[in-house]
């Protein structure tokens, strides 16, 4: 296995591998990390999986409602504030337990196997691309907050000039949080997840399991 794309993540972050929306990430899986089928992965696997597929659409209708409230000159819709809300509940009911699982359960594990076979930064405080995906999450979760703050908070300002550079902060953000989620989650449906089921040996996969449940 080449240790090239896990050091790159490590080294680079999310800039490691650029989305363009006229090149789907799909369409570019690492081909030095062999995929595996869903049916084939192990279940606390497939349940992490099936939770990234739940998160895109919330993330592609937040997405169209970010873009709508631009073009309506901010203006809110029932339909976009609908967009919006899911997202912002999304983030508050799933995504945090679901970051859980990750950090708590799998990601000590395979943090454990990264570091045995040198798959981390070579100076330093030994960072592995387990530390990159986690500060994703920890990103993630004070932008969210953030847009949600400046969302409500720039309707009630009567000046328009200061009322359009609030929304249009929150629009960026919001941008930025669609993409990088988009990456984050390629990331691990292609290279963390293929790669932990790879290192992980079937009994820890029942521990991991077993925890995830009571999480
Ligand atoms: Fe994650
Ligand atoms: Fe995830």
Redesign the pocket.
């Known amino acids: 296995m080449s240790k090239e794309p896990l050091n790159r993540y490590v080294e680079h972050g999310v800039d490691a591998a650029p989305c363009s929306p006229m090149e789907p990430p799909e369409a570019r899986a690492d081909p030095t990390v062999e995929q595996i089928p869903f049916e084939s992965l192990v279940l606390p696997l497939r349940e992490?999986l099936e939770?990234?597929q739940e998160?895109e659409k919330v993330l592609n209708v937040f997405e169209k409602s970010l873009l709508e409230l631009k073009q309506k000159e901010w203006r809110f819709s029932p339909e976009i504030s609908s967009g919006l809300k899911r997202f912002f509940q999304f983030q508050d009911e799933r995504m945090i337990g679901?970051?859980r699982k990750?950090e708590k359960c799998v990601f000590p594990f395979l943090r454990e196997k990264f570091l045995a076979t040198g798959e981390h930064s070579p100076t330093g405080k030994p960072v592995t691309p387990v530390e990159v995906?986690e500060d994703d999450h920890l990103e993630l979760g004070q932008s969210a907050c953030l847009v949600f703050n400046l969302l409500g908070l720039a309707p009630r300002l009567e000046d328009a000039k200061s009322r359009n550079v609030l929304f249009e902060h929150a629009f960026n953000l919001g941008q930025e949080i669609v993409e990088r989620m988009r990456l984050?989650?390629y990331k691990?449906n292609t290279v963390i997840f293929p790669l932990a089921q790879q290192l992980i040996s079937e009994d820890e996969w029942g521990v991991i399991g077993k925890m995830m449940q009571e999480i």
Request: proline letters at 0%.
């Open positions: 992490l939770e990234h998160y679901h970051h990750e995906m984050h989650i691990e």
